[in-house]
């Protein structure tokens, strides 16, 4: 029997560019069909009841042209593609709905540091959300290992409150993040 996972998390998908400038426009296209693949890929190894897909991502231009919300469930932007490679169809839709999506803190999984896809160098996260992905409501699944786990938003929002993500939320969240320094800095403090 193969393991289901409760969440399923891919942080900063990117596919690697020579030059280090992932996720630019001109890349787009592959990036999105990299993300619609990885969703698809999902859908046999979560859990049936409560699985969810957590995909962290920055939010400031290029990558919010990217449309991680809307994207996720939709066929890959190709003018070859043909019937039978669609990801889905009119008779087996997409099984997941955006959920929403949570500011990320850095700050809360030190010594966490992104990597560029090639060359390994760390960039700026302080723009990223967390955007969450799950089943549909009324989408009919196989419920034999019944586990009750709250959903992460409803656990989150709990616990902490969550507030709208607002570019003058972001905004601030960077201004804060750009005060602070790098957590190297802060340690020695």
């Given amino acids: 029997k193969q393991q289901k996972f409760h969440r399923i998390c891919w942080n900063f998908p990117c596919t690697a560019i020579a030059n280090g400038q992932d996720g630019q426009n001109q890349e787009m296209q592959a990036n999105q069909g990299l993300v619609q693949r990885f969703v698809k890929q999902c859908v046999d190894l979560l859990h049936p009841t409560m699985g969810e897909i957590h995909c962290l991502h920055k939010t400031k231009p290029p990558y919010d042209q990217w449309r991680l919300e809307k994207i996720a469930f939709e066929n890959p932007a190709s003018e070859q593609l043909q019937p039978q490679q669609a990801l889905w169809s009119q008779d087996k839709p997409c099984p997941f709905e955006y959920k929403g999506r949570i500011v990320f803190d850095k700050c809360l999984v030190p010594p966490y540091t992104p ?75």
Avoid at 132 to 137: H, L
Avoid at 151 to 164: C, D, G, R, T
């Fill in 115 to 189: 990597r560029k896809a090639l060359d390994k160098k760390s960039f700026p996260c302080h723009d990223a959300c967390l955007y969450v992905f799950g089943w549909k409501k009324n989408q009919k699944r196989n419920n034999s290992d019944m586990v009750t786990i709250p959903p992460s938003l409803h656990m989150i929002e709990e616990k902490f409150q969550i507030a709208p993500v607002t570019k003058k939320l972001i905004d601030n969240i960077r201004s804060q993040h750009l005060r602070l320094g790098s957590y190297k800095d802060r340690k020695k403090k």
